[in-house]
Nanobody, 124 residues
Framework: QLQLVESGGGLVQPGGSLRLSCAAS????????IGWFRQAPGKEREGVSH????????NYADSVKGRFTISRDNAKNTVYLQMNSLKPEDTAVYYC???WGVGFGSIWDEYTYWGQGTQVTVSS
């Protein structure tokens, strides 16, 4: 079965950190660009970060720039999103998606594989 599985979400206090993982099963991520998206209650899904298939290019939404870091370990078939200095407004379900030829501006539907999401809650 071809799928992406996110993990690492949870409840964290403002200012805290979490590292999300996006692991692929049934296929290799080597040739895929990966996007991280998030959706808060009552809001539209938004792109958070993107990494090219080689890992040589990364992009971030302005709202997370300087706080989040995307990386990939193709040997482990996994992409990570390190989230530091978390704020209550970062609370959302976070999803990863894999696609060929997709860039940071690509919308959700342009990706090929999608995960089920992991909840991140930032609250004191």
């Amino acid at each position: 079965q071809l799928q992406l599985v996110e993990s690492g979400g949870g409840l964290v206090q403002p200012g805290g950190s979490l590292r999300l993982s996006c692991a692929a099963s049934g296929f290799t991520l080597d040739y895929y660009a990966i996007g991280w998206f998030r959706q808060a209650p009552g809001k539209e899904r938004e792109g958070v970060s993107h990494i090219s298939s080689s890992g040589g290019s990364t992009n971030y939404a302005d709202s997370v720039k300087g706080r989040f870091t995307i990386s990939r370990d193709n040997a482990k078939n996994t992409v990570y999103l390190q989230m530091n200095s978390l704020k209550p407004e970062d609370t959302a379900v976070y999803y990863c998606a894999a696609g060929w030829g997709v860039g940071f501006g690509s919308i959700w539907d342009e990706y090929t594989y999608w995960g089920q999401g992991t909840q991140v809650t930032v609250s004191s």
